[in-house]
């Protein structure tokens, strides 16, 4: 079973290294500079990259990593990703390069137009995991800066129907503000509010809060939830209008969240 580890860069994001023996394929180098001190002091190759998603705090530090070290590049294929070996998309299987690991390619739109999603299935990775960039957060999504709201339920919807015990490993650190926005939409879940002391905990001990599961998603993420009818009725109330569609109330929940 390969070791999933966070590199940290910039002030919030996470680079993840998949490591097996002495070799390690990275999702979303934002920066080269974690990567290169991981496999400076683990003594170990890097085999691949594995992008989700075009923007420069997840391909910054591909270019810088190619200089020394020529590895294949996998990444979305209806978007510009500098140094792509191979452009892939929806149904694709990939095996990430040096580590005899298989990947299926989900295409998740709506933080950027072509986001893709990697779902490793197969027994050898201890339990099904996924990487999801930033459309999928612990608690959260992302933003939509390039998709439509249409676009980004039904991303999040298929996420969703994952297995329940599916790690998820995304983008960012986001999750105590995340839990709070989940708190003010739906203040009588407990599950938030324990999620949330559980959550704070390893923050004060400098721990990260990801990996997370496809069921603790389900229970605590405001924006898996927009079916359940005391979040479409706090939606409605903070919008002011009823909402039709599930897609409505998501839509409604991002407005909230981008002014919260």
Do not use: Q
């Amino acid at each position: 079973m390969p070791a999933i580890i966070p590199l940290a860069a910039f002030s919030d994001n996470y680079i993840w290294a998949i490591r097996e023996g002495v070799r390690a394929a990275v999702v979303d180098p934002g920066d080269a500079a974690p990567v290169r001190a991981f496999l400076d002091r683990e003594r170990i190759a890097l085999s691949a990259i594995l992008v989700t998603h075009h923007h420069g705090d997840h391909t910054g530090g591909i270019v810088d990593l190619l200089r020394d070290r020529a590895v294949p590049v996998i990444g979305p294929a209806r978007e510009a990703i500098p140094g792509r070996t191979l452009a892939v998309g929806d149904g694709a299987r990939v095996e990430v390069p040096g580590l005899g690991l298989m990947l299926d390619v989900l295409d998740i739109p709506g933080h950027t137009a072509g986001h893709v999603a990697f779902v490793g299935r197969d027994a050898a990775w201890g339990g099904p995991v996924l990487f999801c960039g930033d459309t999928l957060f612990a608690a959260g999504c992302g933003r939509l800066f390039e998709g439509t709201a249409d676009e980004m339920w039904r991303s999040l919807s298929a996420l969703a129907a994952l297995p329940d015990d599916t790690r998820v490993y995304c983008g960012h650190e986001y999750t105590l503000a995340n839990l709070r926005f989940a708190a003010a939409v739906e203040p009588s879940n407990p599950a938030v509010a324990e999620r949330a002391a559980r959550e704070r905990a390893k923050r004060d001990h400098g721990l990260p809060t990801l990996p997370s599961t496809i069921a603790e998603e389900r229970r605590t993420n405001p924006f898996l939830r927009a079916r359940e009818a005391r979040v479409r009725a706090v939606a409605e109330a903070h919008a002011g209008r009823r909402l039709a569609r599930d897609a409505d109330v998501f839509a409604a929940l991002r407005d909230w969240k981008n002014a919260f």
